[in-house]
């Protein structure tokens, strides 16, 4: 049973930081791009960030230079430091990765359940 569990959201002010981590686990066998997506109430779910394997990473023109995603291939996790934040980052954070399980023969995408993270003075 493959799960992703993330951590890290919560209230912080205009121009404040937070830091998201999202731990894979479970019967894995090999992970391909992990990403970050978000929600804002009564909007679709877009993407944020995505990183490959590699570590090559991909934004949305609305988070660069705000935002970093980095992962560590050998504890399975990815993270997303979000600097500068505004009002407008205010959403639920999903975590996505796609992931190959022992005993299946190719990539799956998991979701997270979701951090809340809310910007506001």
């Known amino acids: 049973q493959v799960q992703l569990v993330e951590s890290g ?3 912080v002010q205009p121009g404040g930081s937070l830091r998201l981590s999202c731990a894979a686990s479970g019967s894995i066998f ?3 791009v ?3 997506y978000r929600q804002a109430p009564g909007k679709q779910r877009d993407v944020v960030a995505t990183i490959t394997s590699g570590g090559r990473p991909n ?3 609305s988070v660069k230079g705000r935002f970093t995603i980095s992962r560590d291939n050998s504890k399975n996790t990815v993270y997303l430091q979000m600097n500068s934040l505004k009002p407008e980052d205010t959403a639920v954070y999903y975590c996505n990765a796609d992931i190959w399980p022992f005993g299946r023969n190719k990539y799956d995408g998991y979701w997270g359940q979701g951090t809340q993270v809310t910007v506001s003075s």
Do not use: E, K, R, V
Request: aromatic share 16%.
């Open 9 to 11: 959201g919560g209230l």
């Open 59 to 61: 934004y949305a023109d």
């Open 34 to 36: 992990m990403g970050w």
């Open 30 to 32: 090999s992970i391909n």
